[in-house]
């Protein structure tokens, strides 16, 4: 069956960095754009990046722009944030989703948690 899988998450401070990763299976991901999308506690959820399927276009959300880097490597069927610079608001649960024509599927999320 589909899986998104969301890794890499945890607590960091601020100015620090980590990088998440979303394993996919069960679909074909090479033809799927993927992005990353976030939803910290009382907001909505709200796009992050995004990467076209061959990963020849990437479009950020005007804060992360700088800061955060969206990569896929679809011989490993995987997508990456690299966050660098990290705030406390950018504390949140960080969900990948695979876009297609039809169809989308979303992972189960990941906590980043930026504080000293």
């Known amino acids: 069956q589909v899986q998104l899988v969301e890794s890499g998450g945890g607590l960091v401070q601020p100015g620090g960095s980590l990088r998440l990763s979303c394993a996919a299976s069960?679909?074909?991901?090479?033809?799927?754009?993927m992005s990353w999308y976030r939803q910290a506690p009382g907001k909505e959820r709200e796009l992050v990046a995004a990467i076209s399927s061959t990963g020849g276009t990437t479009n950020y959300a005007d804060s992360m722009k700088g800061r955060f880097t969206i990569s896929r490597d679809n011989a490993k069927n995987t997508v990456y944030l690299q966050m660098n610079s990290l705030k406390p608001e950018d504390t949140a649960v960080y969900y990948c989703?695979?876009?297609?024509?039809?169809?989308?599927?979303w992972g189960q999320g990941t906590q980043v948690t930026v504080s000293s």
């Open positions: 069960g679909f074909t991901f090479s033809v799927y754009a």
């Open positions: 989703r695979a876009q297609g024509i039809f169809k989308n599927y």
